[in-house]
Structure formats: structure tokens, C-alpha cells
């Protein structure tokens, strides 16, 4: 088979078939199809689409682009959330632990930031000693041990996602459904779980910008996991503000500890419950949503949670410390600045996409591939839709290491906010 052949035939808009699929995904794999001819079929998938089946076929292609694990060792429900990406997006770090508290093991495996959106892998990688490179014996040994482990894609994983990952994230062939489809859930579905929920995002700070988008990027997700007989499920939440009051990596790390304390803010909360009661009743653990959001609250409110994400990170080669002083262990940044309100009244939009760039621009995300991340800047302290402020009040503090960056980080989070001088209601989160 001729690469550009079915590079040609996909730019024209035309269905490939299975065998045409599997070509290209192990010819890139080997190295034998080279990442130009790669990036140009993902430019053509992006514009053209795939149908369903072409879909099944490519993520069953990136799924056996590896080993899937052996999960049989672990006597217990094996279910994973996988979220398409928002800013500010700390939910696995928190729900992970919680859900691990129920019986259940959570074998995780999570990427790292792509586009404006944060990655769980680099924010974990900002707490001194952690390991997120841990071998596969070593993985389900921390899932044996306290229930879950959150690490990145191994050699073995979807090895096939792992290059196109990359690719994409420079390509400008990210919010693609086909694409994000096949690269979730090759990835999920090469943990050897029983059941998967799916956090599928819409808005300014996710990769899907409408409702019905990312409805239709649930059901592709969902076919998949069908097809494959797995159970999955898709909750859709609203991204168009940033989740939480904080975006960038140890920033984040450190709001979901306080969460794991019981003083997390109220939006990250809800959702996490949400999520984590799917996963429970997915699994039997719980007859309803509302019972599953009872019994995590519980795991919450006497701290086993906290107990279970301190236990993870020691098991990975971090301080169990971490998560009594937070302060003492994560990296900081030397420059914090308030951004001042200009206006008085309550806010209508918190932009997640401005947030987000201007995490970007302080260093907290990658403009390239090998670029290196800054795990200590970022914003915290975000105020939120709804909220009524004066004039010269603090809207976000900005972290930095560099004034420059500093200032172009301002231009984009001065962009992000908008005012109204009537009573703004806080967004639906969960439609
Ligand atoms: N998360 C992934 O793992 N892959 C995508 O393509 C988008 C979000």
C-alpha cells in the first residue's frame, strides 16, 4: 500500500478501509511511515471525518499497537474516568483516591497537557520524587496496594497514541472527534477495566466549543466502548469558564489536597462527586447517583481520601508529607501579582481560553513538543461567574518566574473577564 494514496483518498473525503487503517497506524508505529505523512492524514481525518466503523477500526488499530494489561491479579472492579481536557481540570488527582476509598481499583492512566488544556501527568509531576514512569508490574503492584495509580502511558501502552499525541498537539489536529475518540479510549481500554466514565467537555476552554459537539464526541466514545464490550458512560460538563480557582501545575496540586480536606471550592466538588458516583454505579457499588454521592462525601469529610492520595504518592516515590505541608514540598513561583478588577458589578464571563493562554505564556504549558514545563506558575484565587466585585478587587493572582512573561500572561487575563451590573447566575456545570 502507497501512503499518500490513502493520505489522498481521506483528503477527498472518501472512507478507508480496515485494512488501508491498520496500515498506516503500525507503518507509523514502526517508524516506517514518517511523522510528515502522519501529520498530513491527521490534517485529512481532522477536515474530513470518519465514519463510525473507520472510527472502531482506528482506535482498535492504536489499541493493539500495544499490550493490553493484565488486570486479572487485582480481585476488585476495575473502572477509570478519562476526561477530553478543560483548564483547570484537577479532577482525577481528587477522584482517584475517593473512589479507590470504595472497594474499587482505579488503574490510571493519564497524558500530559495538550494545547491550552493541562495534563494530570505534569501536574503530578511537579511533586518532588513522584513517579509517573512506573513499569507495568510496578503499576498494578500501587493499584494492589491502595487502589489506585495514576501514571503515564508505558512503552507498551497505545504506543501508536503516545506518537500521535504528540503530533497532533503541534499539528493543529487536536479537536478532531475521530481523533480524540481513537486516542482516549486506545488508551483506556488498554488498562483492562470493567467499566470507564467519560468527562466530556464543551466550551471556551475545551477542545469541543458546543454543547451538541461534545454530545456527539460522548456518543463516539461511547459506541467504541460498546463495540468492545465495555461499559462507558459520558457525563457533559460545562468548560467555559476554568474548573476550581486554580490552573497550573503545582498550583493545582495543592487545591486538590485542600479539596481532599473538605476546603475545596464548590464547582470542582460537584463534579467530582458526579463523576465518581457514575463510576459506583457502574460498577454495583451503589444503586443510584445520589447514594454514590453520599457514601464519597463520606471519604471526603474523614480525610481516608487525603490518607489514600498520600499513600499513592509515596508508593510512587514521593514524600507522604506532601499532602500535610503542601507548602514545604511543592514549587513556587518568585513573582505573584494580583490582576485588579477595572469594573464593579457581577461577572458574566470568566473566559477559559484567556485563562488558559495565559497560563501558557507564564510556562505552565508546551507551545512545542520538547518544550520544558514550569511547574510552579500559574493562577490561583480565580474569581467566578456570578460573583459580584468592586472596582481595584483581586480577580486572579497571577504566578510567575519571568516579568516579561508576566506581562504578556496580564494582556490575556485582562481579556478574560466581563462585567454586568445585573445579577449573573453561576452556569449549570452538569447539563
Ligand atoms: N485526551 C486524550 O487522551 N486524547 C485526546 O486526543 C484529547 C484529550
Redesign the pocket.
Known amino acids: 500500500m502507497i501512503p499518500q494514496w490513502i493520505i489522498e483518498k481521506k483528503r477527498d473525503g472518501l472512507a478507508l478501509s480496515p485494512d488501508e487503517i491498520r496500515f498506516f497506524i503500525d507503518g507509523f508505529t514502526l517508524g516506517t511511515i514518517p511523522d510528515y505523512q502522519m501529520s498530513a492524514l491527521a490534517m485529512a481525518i481532522f477536515l474530513k471525518g470518519m465514519s463510525a466503523a473507520e472510527t472502531a477500526v482506528l482506535t482498535d488499530a492504536m489499541l493493539h499497537s500495544g499490550d493490553i494489561l493484565d488486570t486479572s491479579s487485582i480481585d476488585k472492579p476495575k473502572v477509570d474516568k478519562?476526561s477530553?481536557?478543560g483548564i483547570g481540570d484537577k479532577v482525577s488527582l481528587i477522584l482517584a483516591p475517593l473512589v479507590a476509598c470504595c472497594d474499587i481499583a482505579v488503574p490510571m492512566i493519564s497524558?500530559r497537557g495538550?494545547g491550552i488544556?493541562g495534563g494530570t501527568l505534569d501536574k503530578l509531576d511537579s511533586i518532588p520524587g513522584y513517579r509517573t514512569n512506573l513499569s507495568t508490574e510496578e503499576f498494578l503492584d500501587v493499584v494492589r496496594k491502595c487502589g489506585c495509580s495514576i501514571i503515564g502511558q508505558t512503552k507498551q501502552i497505545a504506543p501508536a497514541?503516545k506518537k500521535l499525541?504528540a503530533l497532533?498537539d503541534v499539528t493543529g489536529t487536536?479537536a478532531s472527534i475521530p481523533?480524540?475518540t481513537a486516542?482516549?479510549m486506545s488508551?483506556k481500554l488498554a488498562e483492562g477495566i470493567d467499566a470507564l466514565v467519560l468527562d466530556v467537555k464543551w466550551g471556551k476552554g475545551a477542545?469541543m466549543s458546543t454543547y451538541e459537539r461534545a454530545v456527539e464526541l460522548a456518543q463516539s466514545m461511547i459506541d467504541v466502548g460498546a463495540n468492545m464490550g465495555k461499559k462507558v458512560d459520558a457525563v457533559i460538563t460545562d468548560m467555559n469558564q476554568p474548573l476550581g480557582r486554580t490552573a497550573g501545575n503545582s498550583l493545582e496540586i495543592l487545591e486538590s489536597i485542600q479539596t481532599l480536606r473538605g476546603e475545596g471550592p464548590a464547582d470542582l466538588i460537584e463534579i467530582t462527586l458526579a463523576l465518581g458516583a457514575d463510576m459506583l454505579v457502574l460498577c454495583g457499588k451503589a444503586a443510584s447517583l445520589d447514594e454514590g454521592k453520599a457514601i464519597l462525601r463520606k471519604f471526603l469529610d474523614n480525610g481516608q481520601a487525603l490518607e489514600r492520595f498520600a499513600r499513592m504518592i509515596e508508593l510512587q516515590g514521593g514524600h507522604p508529607d506532601v499532602t500535610a505541608h503542601p507548602e514545604k514540598w511543592l514549587p513556587t513561583a518568585r513573582i505573584q501579582r494580583d490582576y485588579l478588577s477595572p469594573s464593579k458589578g457581577y461577572l458574566a464571563g470568566v473566559d477559559a481560553e484567556s485563562i488558559g493562554k495565559a497560563c501558557l505564556v507564564l510556562g505552565a504549558g508546551r507551545a512545542k513538543t520538547d518544550d520544558l514545563i514550569d511547574f510552579a506558575v500559574g493562577t490561583s484565587r480565580l474569581a467566578k461567574i456570578g460573583d459580584q466585585v468592586e472596582i481595584r478587587q483581586p480577580l486572579v493572582a497571577l504566578h510567575a518566574n519571568d516579568e516579561a512573561r508576566l506581562a504578556e500572561a496580564e494582556k490575556w487575563v485582562a481579556g478574560a473577564f466581563t462585567f454586568s451590573e445585573n445579577r449573573v447566575d453561576r452556569p449549570c456545570l452538569i447539563k
Open positions: 478519562h477530553t481536557g497524558g495538550l488544556t497514541d499525541y497532533r487536536v481523533l480524540i486516542s482516549i488508551k477542545f
